[in-house]
């Protein structure tokens, strides 16, 4: 993948300068990073906001508690994590990130779930049924509320920036659906 990325910067560059336009890599360099910086800026607050809510939630109990109520949805999903462990409140804290559409914020936990599913994998160089599984449903990321799109649509001046929910949830419910049910159909054939 970097070395396609590599390419398309170098094609770019030797485009433009072939044209004559290497004024347009210096503009759009500067604009690019401006951009960039700005949008970092803006989300921040809203990252750091819900990072610091999942946290003070994981060390409340509160995660415990959603996972114990998640738990019928959970436990046929994940059969071979048992009850009460870790990675289920791990895997719940990622979930409630997704719903609320704050992928950047579910990272976190996905990458503690899927270490903590690690050390429950007996062969620790092929992927376990529920890391895979696990990597299907934050793949799909079911959301019901996309805060992060709304809010990116809202500073580059979007004149309904929620006309895009029942779109989203549309979307990522068939997204996780299927998967889901892929993923199933596929580890019923290996067994």
């Given amino acids: 993948m970097n070395k396609?990325?590599?390419?398309f910067i170098v094609i770019g560059i030797v485009f433009c300068m072939a044209t004559g336009n290497a004024v347009t890599i210096n503009n759009e360099m500067?604009?690019?990073?401006k951009s960039a910086l700005k949008m970092v800026i803006e989300m921040l607050p809203l990252m750091a906001i819900w990072s610091g809510l999942m946290n003070i939630a994981s060390k409340s109990g509160l995660l415990n508690k959603l996972s114990i109520m998640l738990s019928p949805i959970l436990n046929p999903l994940f059969p071979d994590i048992e009850k009460g462990h870790e990675s289920l409140g791990l895997i719940t804290s990622n979930m409630v990130a997704n719903i609320f559409g704050l992928g950047s914020a579910a990272t976190p936990f996905g990458l503690k779930a899927m270490k903590s599913l690690q050390e429950l994998n007996h062969d620790k160089k092929i992927a376990s049924r529920s890391m895979i599984t696990f990597l299907v449903l934050n793949t799909s990321g079911l959301t019901l509320i996309p805060t992060t799109i709304i809010s990116l649509r809202m500073m580059h001046g979007s004149?309904?920036?929620?006309?895009?929910i029942l779109a989203s949830i549309l979307a990522t419910f068939f997204s996780t659906f299927f998967g889901l049910l892929m993923n199933k159909f596929l580890s019923r054939k290996e067994a």
Avoid: R, V
């Avoid at 500067?30 to 990073?33: A, D, H, Q, R």
């Fill in 159 to 164: 004149q309904n920036p929620t006309e895009i």
């Fill in 30 to 33: 500067i604009n690019g990073g």
């Fill in 4 to 7: 396609l990325w590599a390419a």
